[in-house]
């Protein structure tokens, strides 16, 4: 393999924490700290991502060497790999510095004129551990892998993953919390992006009043991920600002049309790129649900339910209002900001509903027709996915025709199923006039309609049966979930299988349904 030439903007560009000690600690005046790997003592790979590589421009990932390098085994020549320091907002309520407590960054690939961080995740503690051990557990990494290269493949704004590897060492945990702990593999996945900045990071320099490294920080981000920004001064910082809320919007808004909840979104676990970062107990909707959450430690207010996303997406974003403040001194032009979210927000989502029923106009009823289907799709526990997928197939002149399909992709019995016949054929009645209205041919809607309505995800029944699989040593579904969510639009008649309604046994089965935040 070609050696690795990392650089350090972020190192070389931000101020850092001058005690090199991996002692836990408050960190102040810095933006990172410096923090070594552990050294795994029996590496080995269990499956790369060959396009991300192509795109870092590494020709061999079945080398040793690269090996050594995503498991922490091996430091690149001249890097300096290091910790982020960052604060956040986690369930509403402030909670001071958080940091990278189990993620350490080498560096930046430069190729094809763009910079990639490589960050691996479970790489041992840093000065942000606080009482954890900077580990983490094969489960919670293929769950990781899995889900951010199936975004991608989504055209979700997303962190990449470039490789998922044991590292041979054991890792004590209490996955059901109830004072058992038992030992779990331990795993690293590389995790790739531009940057891994989060909300966060401006929110602890702006609480503890550094506005130096605030305003360092800010400057930075513009330059390096923002460089097309008009403007000198405040105006700058605020159009910085409203460029965040746009690129949330958009990706909040792709997470509802495939059906995403990705469970904590507290601040620190908010990309200032927009893009969904730290998969932890996320999950899929499968009967369509607003209510939903996958994070058991949510239970209780389900603040980040599916159909709050786009909410707490909002409330995030005021409290980086919040921390750039001082940059922008201006309460007024914030505030417009924050409702020009919320107005482009719904506008943006009521068209993204249009598009999935395969309508190209909004017309002043379309936002109840889309109400009136979701209503119908809660009371009958409809699958989400397989739903809109089987819509592409309805035809204009038969809407009755139709009920068969929606019939199976229904969780509910016979008896409900057919209470609700009727409202259901009322439904695709006025889907059916509402077409009509647009007119358009309908190979092309079926074409425009598969084109944002997935047909394969990946349900937690399917993380679950990989990493169970792969828990015995057996990487073959891991392999096979990876090739099949390549191309989640595309027809893949051999793996039908994969479309298909949750299996009985997976609705109460804990991590198909729930899962902690424990990993
Ligand atoms: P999360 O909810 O996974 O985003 O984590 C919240 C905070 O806890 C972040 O600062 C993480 O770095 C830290 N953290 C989570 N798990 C661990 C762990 N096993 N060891 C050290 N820090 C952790
Ligand atoms: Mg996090």
Known sequence: MKSITL???????????????NARRQVYKASYSYAEPLSPSNP??????????????????????????????????????????????????????????????????????????????????????RGADGLAVLRSSVREFLCSESMFYLGVSTTRA????????????????????????????????????????????????????????????????????????????????????????SMIIDWQRVGFVHGVMNTDNMSILGQTIDYGPYGWLENYDEEWTPNTTDQEHRRYRFGNQGSVALWNLTQLANALYPLIEDVPALEISLDEYRTNYLKDYHKMLNTKIGLTKMKGNDEKLNKDLHDLMIHTQTDMTIFYRQLSLFEVDKPSEHLRLVKD??????VVFNENKEAWLNWLVRYACRLTEESKPEEERRANMNGVNPKYVLRNYMAQLAIEEADKGNYALIHELHDLLKN????????QKWFAMRPSWALNKAACSQLSCSS
């Open 44 to 129: 080995s790979m269990i499956i790369t991502s060959k396009d991300m590589g192509k795109s870092l421009g590494l020709d061999n990932m079945a080398s040793e060497e690269f090996l050594h390098l995503m498991t922490g085994k091996k430091i690149v020549a001249k890097s300096s790999p290091y910790a982020m320091c960052y604060g956040g907002h986690q369930f509403g309520h402030w909670a001071g510095q958080l940091g990278d407590g189990r993620a350490i960054n080498l560096g930046e690939i430069k190729h094809d004129g763009k910079s990639w961080v490589l960050q691996l995740k479970g790489a041992g503690p840093t000065p942000y551990s």
């Open 488 to 495: 989640p639009y595309e027809e893949q008649p051999e793996m």
């Open 162 to 249: 470039l490789s998922l590897a044991l590292t041979g060492d054991k890792v004590l945990r209490d996955v059901l919390y109830d004072g058992n702990p038992i030992y779990e593999k331990g795993a690293i996945v590389c995790r790739v992006s531009e940057s891994f900045i989060r909300i966060g990071n401006f929110e602890l320099q702006s609480a503890r009043k550094d506005l130096d490294s605030l305003k360092i920080l800010a400057d930075f981000t513009i330059r390096h991920f923002y460089p097309n920004l008009k403007g000198q001064g405040k105006d700058l910082y605020l159009s910085f600002f409203r460029a965040v809320a746009a690129r949330t919007a």
């Open 7 to 21: 650089h350090n903007n972020f190192t070389k560009e931000l101020p850092g924490d001058e005690n090199t000690s």
């Open 409 to 414: 992709a229904c969780y509910i019995g016979d």
